[in-house]
């Protein structure tokens, strides 16, 4: 008997084992879900960084009559306004901003100081001895237009203006001052000022300086004198703008009134040239708008998808304005061609200007323009004699893909051609006479050259932009160089391992230099054209921002898909990071060719990446096969005839590679997301590789590029041009879509679309929607009211609905589901009543 019991005890006392090591095992496997850090991710809203981060990079504004240059940088100490003189190395403020305040407060009646001083629209005096500029009051006055003065718009604040000595720091009040309104965005001055270029009703209109004057001051004014250059325009087919983003109803209003005219005027301001498109017989596309005051409106416009026929038109237009004559130029060479008259570089100089004519490239006797084949393997940059109208091709570009130029650099009025290309795989520029003989490279190397920032011509000496110089560099980081027009002195200008952006004085001797990383401080320094430093500008004041508890986040290299090509990506990290815990992924995601979502320098837009990972994940940015251009030739025409998958597999690398290296890394919960070609590239990822891609948010995405624009698409996918025995030219598009595999979906996904969205249409999400219902695949979709492509006002409630949504199915927390107020946005709300 007692062995029997001394048994059943031994075996009670087993089974009660058991059950507590199946307790542990069954509490280890199911564990709690992870709750997503809600504080955190509100606490770097985009207006919470307003108040975080201020000035990141100096603006200059270059003088116009010396190489000086004054500029504008905040602080959590208020606004400083300095200026700069580089020949004499000397930066000093503008005024003391006490002083200022204290002799505005004495005028205005308004309390001011040093710390809240807000100066507008600061501009120099032509002798740049003096600056004014403006003050707004608390004092109400009625607006000068306003024929009801009762009306509760009647009313604006009063601005009062002032002008400043900066010899004798005297200020001066200017008196019954009125600011005046701004330059009507329709009007295409001529550098002379004596005429001004619009378009109404789809033809061409002219008048006078001032009659100008009196449509800015009131565009209604009968006593306006304006003059009709053509009479053949009609809508569609028009000179200037034709209402295009606008609904039916406003085209029927607006028709006609005065709208833009794109006119490039000769330097000399007898002749204008205008591009003129008739796209009669390209098929409409509509979008609706559902939340429009009143009715819903339809807004109804042009859109050529890829390998439709009906194409539109480019023709180019030369008038003379002296004879008020215009005659259409004979520039055809391929079908459906597209036209480009090139416009002359902006001088920095220039950028205050009141008046700021579009001048073409060349001067009066010549300008330069572009010319395309459909296909974009060939392109001719042309020159066109104003005279007689003749076009000769001066410079002929052929490749196997697409086709990239940039505008020419002009030495001696044109005399010799500074022209930009990829022939040798690489972005390069290449010196050509006059008449298209090539003279020489000036560049070449494995890197790619980027911008031309100023020409020497005395010297003949080259400034540019490039990247991918440097060794042991992120490729992309830029830099300024100099180079001798014949390919000799090539000299960095900005060392530093850092992304450099630079403005540099109009006469080629001074640049500004803006330098970070996104793991630094942003700091400005000024040089001299032979990478002389000069003076210490600014470092940026990022001390609010790291009390609040940011932390920089971490480039890294991994490997592509191929095991070879390198990819740069940046990692961020929860604030409160713990190394021994293990993280879910999140891919933000745009997958190019024509840039990356990769950021390079410290910046304010966060919301994507830093806040979206401060909910409790590790979001990576990284770049693909494929995709930004400002690496090879090769690297950039990867996905070429292949523009569904061709940047998949390197993201799916680059996330098992990160695993491999960091243990905190969980390459079992991955979430994707992205906008435009992110929000495509986001759904193919789930569709290509269901079992890696858990879960995706995919907004805007042009999920069926047989419907997306016809240049994007038959540019990057490529499109095949037919030429028949009897010599007609058709071409064939072909192209995999996101709805054709959408029976793969085995995660999770949401898709967001504005309605009225005429960049990507929402029939691309729809048609996804339409796929994934019949191959009986749950799913979200959500409408986003009234918006373009961007979200617009609805941005921010669109990255909360994001972040739910990763959180519910990464992070497995379902706590906010019940909740019906957006609590993080409500916090930030001010209530009046």
Same mark, same amino acid.
């Given at each position: 008997?007692?062995?029997?019991?001394?048994?059943?005890?031994?075996?009670?006392?087993?089974?009660q084992?058991f059950?507590?090591?199946?307790?542990?095992?069954?509490?280890?496997?199911? !564990?709690?879900?992870?709750?997503?850090?809600?504080?955190?991710?509100?606490?770097?809203?985009?207006?919470?960084?307003?108040?975080?981060?201020?000035?990141?990079?100096?603006?200059?504004?270059?003088?116009?009559?010396?190489?000086?240059?004054?500029?504008?940088?905040?602080?959590?100490?208020?606004?400083?306004?300095?200026?700069?003189?580089?020949?004499?190395?000397?930066?000093?403020?503008?005024?003391?901003?006490?002083?200022?305040?204290?002799?505005?407060?004495?005028?205005?009646?308004?309390?001011?100081d040093?710390?809240?001083?807000?100066?507008e629209?600061?501009?120099?005096?032509?002798?740049?001895?003096?600056?004014?500029?403006?003050?707004?009051?608390?004092?109400?006055?009625?607006?000068?237009?306003?024929?009801?003065?009762?009306?509760?718009?009647?009313?604006?604040?009063?601005?009062?203006?002032?002008?400043?000595?900066?010899?004798?720091?005297?200020?001066?009040?200017?008196?019954?001052?009125?600011?005046?309104?701004?330059?009507?965005?329709?009007?295409?001055?001529? /550098?002379?000022?004596?005429?001004?270029?619009?378009?109404?009703?789809?033809?061409?209109?002219?008048?006078?300086?001032?009659?100008?004057m009196?449509?800015?001051?009131?565009?209604?004014?009968?006593?306006?004198?304006?003059?009709?250059?053509?009479?053949?325009?009609?809508?569609?087919?028009?000179?200037?703008?034709?209402?295009?983003?606008?609904?039916?109803?406003?085209?029927?209003?607006?028709?006609?009134?005065?709208?833009? !005219?794109?006119?490039?005027?000769?330097?000399?301001?007898?002749y204008?040239?205008?591009?003129?498109?008739?796209?009669?017989k390209?098929?409409?596309?509509w979008?609706?708008?559902?939340?429009?005051?009143?009715?819903?409106?339809?807004?109804?416009?042009?859109?050529?998808?890829?390998?439709?026929?009906?194409?539109?038109?480019?023709?180019?237009?030369?008038?003379?304005?002296?004879?008020?004559?215009?005659k259409?130029?004979?520039?055809?060479?391929?079908?459906?061609?597209?036209?480009n008259?090139?416009?002359?570089?902006?001088?920095?100089?220039?950028?205050?200007?009141?008046? #700021?004519?579009?001048?073409?490239?060349?001067?009066?006797?010549?300008?330069?323009?572009? #010319?395309?084949?459909?296909?974009?393997?060939?392109?001719?940059?042309?020159?066109?004699?104003?005279?007689?109208? !003749?076009?000769?091709?001066?410079?002929?570009?052929?490749?196997?893909?697409?086709?990239?130029?940039?505008r020419?650099?002009?030495?001696?009025?044109?005399?010799?051609?500074?022209?930009?290309?990829?022939?040798?795989?690489?972005?390069?520029?290449?010196?050509?006479?006059?008449?298209?003989?090539?003279?020489?490279?000036?560049?070449?190397?494995?890197?790619?050259?980027?911008?031309?920032?100023?020409?020497?011509?005395?010297?003949?000496?080259?400034?540019?932009?490039?990247?991918?110089?440097?060794?042991?560099?992120?490729?992309?980081?830029?830099?300024?160089?100099?180079?001798?027009?014949?390919?000799?002195?090539?000299?960095?200008?900005?060392?530093?391992?850092?992304?450099h952006?630079?403005?540099?004085?109009?006469?080629?001797?001074?640049f500004?230099?803006?330098?970070?990383?996104?793991?630094?401080?942003?700091?400005?320094?000024?040089y001299d054209?032979?990478?002389?430093?000069?003076?210490?500008?600014?470092?940026?004041?990022?001390?609010?921002?790291?009390?609040?508890?940011?932390?920089?986040?971490?480039?890294?290299?991994?490997?592509?898909?191929?095991?070879?090509?390198?990819?740069?990506?940046?990692?961020?990290?929860?604030?409160?990071?713990?190394?021994?815990?293990?993280?879910?992924?999140?891919?933000?995601v745009?997958?190019?060719?024509?840039?990356?979502a990769?950021?390079?320098?410290?910046?304010?837009?966060?919301?994507?990446?830093?806040?979206?990972?401060?909910?409790?994940?590790?979001?990576?940015?990284?770049?693909?096969?494929?995709?930004?251009?400002?690496?090879?030739?090769?690297y950039?025409?990867?996905?070429?005839?292949?523009?569904?998958?061709?940047?998949?597999?390197?993201?799916?690398?680059?996330?098992?590679?990160?695993?491999?290296?960091?243990?905190?890394?969980?390459?079992?919960?991955?979430?994707?997301?992205?906008?435009s070609?992110?929000?495509?590239?986001?759904?193919?990822?789930?569709?290509?590789?269901?079992?890696?891609?858990?879960?995706?948010?995919? !907004?805007?995405?042009?999920?069926?590029?047989?419907?997306?624009?016809?240049w994007?698409?038959?540019?990057?996918?490529?499109?095949?041009?037919?030429?028949?025995?009897?010599?007609?030219?058709?071409?064939?598009?072909?192209?995999?879509?996101?709805?054709d595999?959408?029976?793969?979906?085995?995660?999770?996904?949401?898709?967001?679309?504005?309605?009225?969205?005429?960049?990507?249409?929402?029939?691309?999400?729809?048609?996804v929607?339409?796929?994934?219902?019949?191959?009986?695949?749950?799913f979200?979709?959500?409408?986003? /009211?009234?918006?373009?492509?961007?979200?617009?006002?609805?941005?921010?409630?669109?990255?909360?609905?994001?972040?739910?949504?990763?959180?519910?199915?990464?992070?497995?927390?379902?706590?906010?589901?019940?909740?019906?107020?957006?609590?993080?946005?409500?916090?930030?709300?001010?209530?009046?009543?």
């Amino acid at each position: 008997m007692k062995k029997f019991y001394f048994s059943f005890l031994l075996c009670a006392l087993a089974t009660q084992l058991f059950a507590q090591t199946k307790t542990i095992t069954t509490t280890e496997v199911i !564990a709690a879900p992870e709750k997503a850090n809600y504080q955190m991710a509100a606490r770097f809203s985009p207006s919470k960084l307003r108040k975080m981060i201020y000035s990141t990079a100096v603006d200059a504004h270059w003088l116009r009559n010396s190489n000086r240059f004054w500029y504008q940088y905040e602080t959590p100490n208020g606004k400083n306004w300095y200026i700069v003189d580089p020949a004499n190395r000397n930066k000093k403020q503008l005024f003391d901003p006490a002083t200022l305040a204290a002799e505005i407060t004495l005028i205005v009646r308004d309390p001011f100081d040093k710390q809240n001083l807000p100066i507008e629209n600061l501009k120099f005096s032509d002798d740049e001895k003096s600056i004014t500029f403006e003050i707004k009051s608390t004092i109400d006055e009625v607006k000068p237009d306003r024929k009801d003065k009762k009306a509760a718009d009647s009313l604006q604040k009063k601005i009062f203006k002032f002008q400043y000595d900066l010899s004798n720091s005297k200020l001066t009040e200017l008196k019954d001052y009125k600011r005046p309104k701004a330059k009507p965005s329709w009007g295409a001055v001529a /550098p002379d000022s004596s005429a001004i270029i619009f378009t109404r009703n789809y033809n061409l209109y002219w008048m006078d300086k001032a009659n100008y004057m009196k449509a800015i001051k009131n565009e209604e004014d009968s006593t306006i004198v304006e003059h009709q250059l053509t009479k053949e325009g009609v809508k569609y087919y028009a000179f200037g703008s034709d209402g295009s983003g606008e609904n039916n109803e406003e085209v029927i209003k607006n028709d006609k009134k005065r709208r833009r !005219a794109f006119v490039l005027w000769s330097p000399d301001s007898k002749y204008f040239t205008i591009q003129r498109t008739d796209s009669r017989k390209v098929k409409d596309l509509w979008v609706i708008n559902s939340v429009s005051s009143g009715r819903p409106t339809l807004e109804t416009y042009k859109y050529q998808m890829p390998g439709e026929a009906e194409a539109p038109i480019d023709e180019i237009w030369l008038f003379d304005f002296g004879a008020k004559t215009g005659k259409k130029l004979s520039v055809s060479a391929f079908k459906d061609q597209s036209l480009n008259v090139y416009s002359r570089p902006s001088l920095n100089k220039e950028r205050d200007v009141e008046f #700021r004519p579009a001048i073409w490239l060349g001067d009066n006797n010549k300008f330069y323009m572009g #010319r395309t084949s459909r296909d974009l393997k060939r392109i001719d940059i042309c020159v066109v004699d104003v005279k007689s109208g !003749a076009i000769k091709p001066v410079i002929e570009e052929r490749f196997n893909t697409y086709v990239e130029v940039q505008r020419p650099g002009l030495v001696n009025g044109g005399k010799e051609l500074i022209h930009w290309s990829e022939r040798d795989g690489w972005g390069h520029y290449y010196l050509f006479d006059e008449n298209g003989k090539l003279k020489n490279q000036i560049t070449k190397g494995a890197f790619h050259c980027e911008e031309i920032i100023n020409i020497d011509e005395k010297n003949r000496v080259l400034y540019f932009t490039a990247n991918g110089k440097e060794p042991k560099e992120d490729p992309y980081y830029l830099h300024l160089y100099r180079v001798n027009f014949d390919g000799s002195g090539l000299k960095l200008l900005n060392a530093g391992d850092f992304d450099h952006q630079v403005s540099m004085s109009d006469d080629g001797k001074f640049f500004v230099d803006n330098y970070s990383r996104v793991n630094t401080v942003p700091k400005t320094t000024l040089y001299d054209n032979s990478g002389n430093k000069v003076l210490e500008l600014e470092t940026s004041d990022l001390s609010l921002l790291m009390a609040a508890g940011y932390k920089f986040p971490e480039p890294f290299k991994v490997k592509a898909d191929d095991g070879v090509t390198d990819l740069y990506g940046v990692m961020y990290k929860p604030f409160n990071f713990d190394p021994n815990k293990k993280y879910p992924v999140i891919e933000y995601v745009y997958p190019g060719p024509q840039t990356e979502a990769v950021n390079k320098a410290f910046g304010r837009s966060m919301d994507r990446v830093d806040r979206l990972a401060q909910l409790g994940y590790i979001v990576i940015t990284v770049g693909n096969r494929g995709g930004h251009p400002a690496r090879s030739k090769w690297y950039h025409t990867y996905g070429y005839g292949n523009l569904r998958d061709y940047g998949l597999a390197d993201k799916k690398a680059a996330i098992e590679q990160l695993a491999d290296r960091y243990p905190y890394v969980d390459a079992t919960k991955v979430g994707i997301t992205g906008h435009s070609g992110g929000g495509f590239m986001s759904t193919a990822a789930m569709l290509v590789y269901p079992d890696f891609f858990k879960v995706a948010v995919s !907004a805007a995405g042009n999920h069926d590029n047989s419907i997306y624009n016809r240049w994007w698409s038959e540019k990057h996918h490529g499109v095949k041009e037919i030429i028949s025995l009897k010599g007609d030219t058709t071409f064939k598009y072909s192209i995999d879509k996101n709805p054709d595999l959408a029976k793969n979906l085995k995660g999770h996904l949401l898709l967001m679309h504005g309605d009225v969205d005429n960049n990507v249409h929402p029939a691309n999400s729809i048609r996804v929607a339409n796929a994934l219902i019949k191959a009986n695949k749950r799913f979200d979709f959500m409408i986003v /009211p009234g918006q373009r492509h961007s979200f617009g006002d609805m941005t921010e409630y669109m990255f909360w609905r994001l972040a739910d949504y990763f959180n519910n199915y990464l992070l497995g927390d379902f706590s906010r589901s019940e909740e019906v107020n957006m609590t993080e946005m409500d916090k930030e709300v001010e209530r009046k009543n």
